[in-house]
């Protein structure tokens, strides 16, 4: 005669179930970040990642039962990663060249970590995010409000120089995403197989000394001054 389990019994069982079934998804999507990154969405099929995975198609649409399902899943990803950062972008009450140096360096850290998931958010941005831009414009759009907010505060207490702030941002996100999206090109500009902590490190500076200067309040000369 079977007996039924208790709830104190059943739980540590389901508790390994859920866990399992976490790292599945979670080394499916990692799998499926260089896919999309390398053959664009239209060029990727279930059945190359499932194989790439080490899985059945079968197996893998259990678990996201669309290409499309399985391709939202990386991108929310990304921009969960993404968008921590920029929640931190918006910390009023510390200095502004300790805030935008900690952003760039989490940016760059971001590009030489994960390249695959940066250039694919970049494609489906290029291709016009026609699958993802409702979720870019939803998630996005109030974070970057809140930070260009910060900004201004900054410049009416005169922390920084009067600057668009919003394209500030644009040119940060540009130049730090470009580490992963065209690190082949500045390799091969470099003369390096790929590029190393040293090229990141070089860049970081470059990047940083860059936006500190941009939102530099000038020094006004005293009246005595020659």
């Not at 979670?26 to 080490?54: H, L, N, Q, W």
């Not at 409000?145 to 900004?151: A, G, L, N």
Request: charged fraction near 25%; glycine fraction near 4%.
């Amino acid at each position: 005669m079977s007996t039924i389990k208790s709830p104190t019994e059943a739980a540590p069982k389901i508790k390994r179930r859920v866990l399992n079934r976490d790292k599945l998804e979670a080394d499916i999507t990692a799998m499926a970040v260089r896919v999309f990154a390398e053959c664009g969405y239209e060029g990727t099929s279930i059945a190359t990642v499932a194989e790439k995975a080490g899985l059945s198609k079968q197996n893998l649409m259990y678990y996201f039962p669309t290409k499309q399902a399985l391709y939202q899943r990386v991108l929310d990803e990304v921009l969960d990663e993404w968008l921590e950062r920029m929640e931190h972008l918006a910390a009023e009450d510390q200095e502004p060249a300790e805030v935008l140096r900690t952003y760039i360096q989490a940016k760059l850290k971001f590009s030489r970590e994960q390249p695959w998931a940066s250039r694919v958010y970049a494609m489906e941005v290029i291709s016009g995010a026609q699958l993802y831009g409702a979720q870019i414009q939803r998630r996005v759009i109030p974070l970057l409000r809140k930070d260009i907010e910060v900004f201004e505060k900054w410049i009416a207490a005169g922390k920084v120089a009067p600057i668009n702030a919003t394209h500030l941002l644009f040119a940060i996100w540009a130049m730090t995403q470009s580490y992963a999206d065209f690190s082949a090109q500045m390799a091969l500009v470099l003369n390096h197989k790929q590029l190393t902590k040293k090229d990141f490190d070089d860049g970081e500076q470059a990047i940083v000394n860059m936006v500190l200067a941009a939102i530099s309040v000038p020094q006004h000369a005293g009246a005595d001054a020659p």
